[in-house]
Structure formats: structure tokens, C-alpha cells
């Protein structure tokens, strides 16, 4: 990466989040001058970490808490001198029911952003206050597709973290 990108980590075991993934990914590359990486959290190294401006984080809802995995993929960050300190943070995720979890995952991940010195941000728009979600599996928005609505919100996150990193370097 030659100038500052958003690094988009997400953990997705049958494809929901990872399609909420793209369209933040989106939002970040509507934004000029900003790149973005999008990747599993698997195949995150330590490197990209320290040196994105911006780490976006999107995990299921698991039992009404982050999915195991992204919680271990964040303990796993550096820690000593708060390297990740000032970078800007966020959080999208997906849930199966309307309320049964995803704001409560939304919020976990900001917190642990903050133990990271993390400046933490939500989406665009207030229905995204604390960071884009989408519902997969009850009523209307249980068809297998993510709903419009839903992608929209992870867009306007992307573009508006990809703005704010922006503006950071053009005060720097
Ligand atoms: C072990 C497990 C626990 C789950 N617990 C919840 C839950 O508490 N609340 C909820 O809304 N959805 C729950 N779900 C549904 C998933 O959050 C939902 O299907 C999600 O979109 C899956 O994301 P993925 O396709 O990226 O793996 C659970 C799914 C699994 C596998």
C-alpha cells in the first residue's frame, strides 16, 4: 500500500457478513485518495494492522456476542505502547433476528477498540448510529439476500470512515 487505506477484517462463516464486507469496501473506494484491503481475518497479518489508517471490523452475532473467532482476532492485536492508538475504528455486523444480538456485537467491538486507544466511529446515517448491521434470517429479511436497506448502511459506513481518514492526512 503506497498511501492510507482502510483495512476491512471480517469473520464470515456462510457468506452474510462477508456480502456486507463488499459493500463497505465500497463506501471506502468511492472516497478519492483512500485505498482499501479487504480481507478474512485469517489472513490479516501484524503488519497491516500497524500500518492502516483505519480498521473496520465485522463479525455474526454468536449468542448475542461477537463470533468467538473475531473476539480471539482482537485479543491478538499489539498491545504494548498502543500501536493501534488514533487510528480510527468501526464495526459492522450480522445477525439472524431483529434485536436479538447485533447491537450488543456493534458495541463490543467498539469497546474493545477504545482499550485500544482507537478513535471509534458510527455510520452515515442514525439508523447506522453505532456502526452498519443487517438481519438475515426473520421475516421480510430472510431470503437468502442481504437487504438493500442493510447494504446501504455498510456503504455509507465505508464511505464515511474513508472521508474522515482522508481529512486526517490532509491536516497532517
Ligand atoms: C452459533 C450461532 C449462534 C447464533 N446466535 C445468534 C444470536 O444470538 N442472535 C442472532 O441474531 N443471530 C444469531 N445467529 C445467526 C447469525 O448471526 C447469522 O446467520 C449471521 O448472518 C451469520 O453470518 P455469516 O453468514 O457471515 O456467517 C447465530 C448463528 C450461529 C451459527
Redesign the pocket.
Known amino acids: 500500500q503506497s498511501g492510507p487505506f482502510v483495512l476491512i477484517a471480517y469473520?464470515?462463516?456462510?457468506?452474510?457478513?462477508?456480502a456486507m464486507a463488499d459493500a463497505v469496501a465500497e463506501g471506502v473506494r468511492s472516497v478519492e485518495g483512500i485505498e482499501c484491503v479487504l480481507k478474512s481475518m485469517d489472513d490479516i497479518r501484524e503488519e497491516e494492522l500497524l500500518e492502516a489508517g483505519a480498521i473496520i471490523v465485522g463479525s455474526?452475532?454468536?449468542?448475542?456476542n461477537l463470533a468467538p473467532p473475531v473476539q480471539e482476532f482482537i485479543n491478538s492485536w499489539p498491545f504494548e505502547d498502543r500501536p493501534l492508538k488514533n487510528k480510527i475504528g468501526a464495526a459492522f455486523a450480522?445477525?439472524?433476528?431483529i434485536s436479538?444480538?447485533?447491537e450488543a456485537v456493534l458495541l463490543g467491538i467498539l469497546r474493545s477498540m477504545l482499550i485500544h486507544g482507537m478513535i471509534v466511529v458510527g455510520g452515515e446515517e442514525v439508523e447506522a448510529a453505532f456502526g452498519a448491521s443487517?438481519i438475515?434470517?426473520e421475516g421480510p429479511f430472510g431470503g437468502g439476500e442481504i437487504h438493500e436497506l442493510f447494504l446501504k448502511k455498510a456503504e455509507g459506513l465505508g464511505k464515511r470512515v474513508g472521508e474522515l481518514l482522508s481529512d486526517f492526512h490532509s491536516k497532517k
Open positions: 469473520y464470515s462463516e456462510s457468506g452474510n457478513t462477508k455474526p452475532v454468536y449468542n448475542a450480522t445477525g439472524g433476528g436479538i444480538g447485533e443487517a438475515t434470517e
